[in-house]
């Protein structure tokens, strides 16, 4: 049977729309984070990041927020286009220059 | 610029045979990095290099797998047996640093 792996996190929004896609870290010692794309058949590519001394951060359509408090981070994407579907990591830095990455959400835009 | 280059981008292997795949970095990127990432995951460390050292190797299997940069710039990581649960995506990734790193387009096994 399937694992439960392959049942990735789903986000569906229409063209046009904001998309946020939510991520909850593991270790409160985290001081860096990232949020990666990925198409399919393709490797990660960097989006923006944030460090633990800021909680909110602005990039072209896309802006992260950072809550430590209760360990979350979100991605927003605002006027979601269908070049934007693709699966999303978000990334931690624990302090260790080693990234532990997250499950992944697939968003799926729809016209 | 040419970014991260791996190869090769798809291999099919029978379990017991051995494999190796190869990266090419960004030029000047001291860090490079070997990511496994398993179906509908996300990628998990395997070894990190600074320049042709070893820095963290913690999650390799040491049994199996092994890697080198011998000169500091192209890495190769191997596998050998190759096992049916070593079917992924092996990402190769660099940095002039830490933190931001710069993905290749992966090298797919398929052991069967």
């Known amino acids: 049977g399937e694992s439960v792996g392959l049942h990735l996190p789903t986000l569906s929004v229409q063209e046009g729309d904001n998309s946020i896609i939510n991520c909850a870290y593991s270790?409160?010692?985290?001081?860096?984070f990232i949020w990666y794309k990925q198409e399919s058949g393709k490797g990660p590519q960097f989006i923006i990041d944030i460090r633990s001394n800021m909680d909110k951060r602005q990039g072209q359509r896309v802006t992260v927020l950072l809550n430590k408090t209760v360990k979350h981070l979100s991605l927003q994407i605002a006027a979601t286009q269908p070049g934007d579907s693709a699966v999303y990591f978000c990334a931690e830095n624990p302090r260790t220059d080693k990234l532990i990455f997250g499950t992944g959400t697939r968003l799926q835009v729809f016209p | 610029e040419a970014g991260v280059v791996q190869s090769p981008r798809y291999k099919i292997i029978e379990k017991k045979q051995p494999v190796a795949f190869w990266c090419n970095p960004i030029s000047g990127h001291n860090t490079l990095y070997w990511y496994r990432q398993n179906l509908g995951q996300g990628p998990e460390l395997l070894i990190r290099?600074?320049?042709?050292?070893?820095?963290?190797d913690s999650q390799l299997p040491k049994d199996r797998f092994s890697a080198e940069r011998l000169k500091g710039v192209d890495s190769t990581l191997k596998i050998q047996p190759a096992e049916l649960g070593d079917s992924a995506v092996y990402l190769c990734?660099?940095?002039?640093?830490?933190?931001?790193?710069?993905f290749g387009a992966g090298s797919r096994l398929t052991v069967l």
């Open positions: 290099y600074e320049n042709e050292e070893a820095v963290d």
């Open positions: 990734a660099s940095s002039p640093g830490a933190n931001v790193l710069t």
């Open positions: 270790n409160s010692a985290s001081d860096y």
